[in-house]
Structure formats: C-alpha cells, structure tokens
C-alpha cells in the first residue's frame, strides 16, 4: 500500500452527504480544513444541501473529493462500500465512518461475520489505501453538540483503531482538531470494539470512561461472541 503519508492533512474529502457526512463536514470546516464533500451523483443535487448544512464546504464528486483530498472519510451505508472507488482512492488515508444497519443494507452475513471488523473488510476492497476506523461509534448529534477545546473538562473522546502508526498519529491529530480527545483501539481488526452491539457503540463518553469500556470489551456478551468465532476462525485456517 504505497503512497507517501501527509502528517499535515490540509483538505478532507467526505464521501457521503447525510447526516453524519454533514456534520463531520462542520467540524472540519470549523477546524480550519478544506473541505470537499460528495454524495453519490452529480454535485449540484447536493450543492444546497451543503451550502445549508455544511457552510464553508464544496459540494464535489466522489472523484474529485477522493482524488484533492489528503485524507478521506467514508461516510456512507456500509452496504455500499463496494462502490468505493478503489482506484481513485489508491495511496490514500482513508478514515471509515460507517456502520451496518441491517434496515438500510438489508441481511448481510458478510457485514456480521464477527471473526473480522467490518473495516478490515473495507481495507480488504480498498487494498492499496490505508483504512483506519474512527468517528462511527458516536451518533451524529453527539459529534455535532459535544466538540470542545482540548483540555476541557469532561471532553469527550473518540476511538481510534489503525494498523499504522503514522496513520494512527494522523487521525488523532484530525480528531483532536475536530474537538474530541482521541483514544487508541488497537489494530483495525479491534475495530469490531466500535460497532453496533458494543458497550460503546452509541456511547457520549470521556476518554477515560472509553478507555474503560474498552477494556470491558472481553466480558462482554459480544466481546464472548467475537473471540468464539475468531476462535473458529483460526481453527478452520489451520
């Protein structure tokens, strides 16, 4: 996965222009980044909607925002990430967002195997980019309401799961900027910490209170269920 990696991000592509793209939008925005945003057509249908919702961000299309961009995030359905363009997103940092809701993605096994994160996936498909996971385990008008300056007390934090240490680095800078104190996971595949049916997922906390919850993970119900079947897993490759 080639591609040289900028410590110093200066334009955010957003692909995905919901709800929580346009929010990710603002705090970018806010925080002094170019912003180029893309929904999954021509950029005019969205250009009002951004102009409202995301003031200071540049309704685009998903080439040109993968293409500009230092680093991109993936705010789609997660059923739709197939239709990421791989090609164009080739070299870059790609921070995902998204979640499996069975209402809009429809049963999808593939998206609830628990032997693997559903980013691993993503990287999987986007084989020549570099996928960390951040942003998704918070709902969207907690990120709207909750950023704060760093040092504050009571601020809020979001994890963070990367395979790279740069990359890592990179993403905490970005969510520190955003106004959240960044909390490390672990490698991608502990992303599967940050999805829905975790403690965490859903969750408005400190970092010390996600650093907690973290680690209570492996009690957990779900935490049980995962080692299971990446026990499973592993026996089956063997």
Not at 219 to 233: I, K, M, N, P, W
Request: glycine share 10%; net charge negative.
């Amino acid at each position: 996965m080639g591609g040289a990696v900028n410590t110093q991000p200066r334009t955010i592509g957003i692909l995905g222009a919901g709800k929580v793209g346009t929010v990710l939008a603002r705090l970018a925005v806010a925080a002094g980044y170019r912003v180029l945003i893309a929904g999954s057509g021509d950029p005019s249908k969205i250009a009002l909607t951004i102009e409202v919702l995301a003031p200071g961000a540049t309704a685009t299309s998903v080439e040109r925002a993968s293409a500009d961009a230092d680093v991109v995030i993936l705010a789609l359905p997660l059923g739709k990430y197939r239709t990421i363009p791989a090609a164009a997103l080739a070299g870059k940092l790609v921070i995902d967002a998204m979640n499996y809701w069975w209402e809009v993605d429809g049963a999808r096994e593939d998206l609830t195997d628990l032997s693997t994160s559903t980013s691993e996936l993503v990287q999987n498909h986007l084989s020549a980019s570099r996928v960390v996971k951040a942003f998704n385990h918070m709902g969207y008008h907690d990120l709207d309401e909750a950023p704060q300056l760093a040092g504050t007390a009571g601020r809020r934090a979001i994890a963070i799961a990367a395979d790279d240490a740069q990359d890592l680095q990179v993403v905490e800078t970005l969510v520190d900027a955003f106004g959240f104190d960044p909390v490390i996971v672990g490698p991608l595949a502990d992303g599967i910490r940050l999805q829905p049916g975790s403690e965490l997922f859903g969750a408005n906390l400190t970092a010390a209170e996600v650093t907690h919850t973290l680690a209570g993970f492996p009690r957990s119900e779900l935490g049980q269920r995962v080692a299971l079947a990446r026990l499973d897993d592993e026996r089956q490759v063997a």
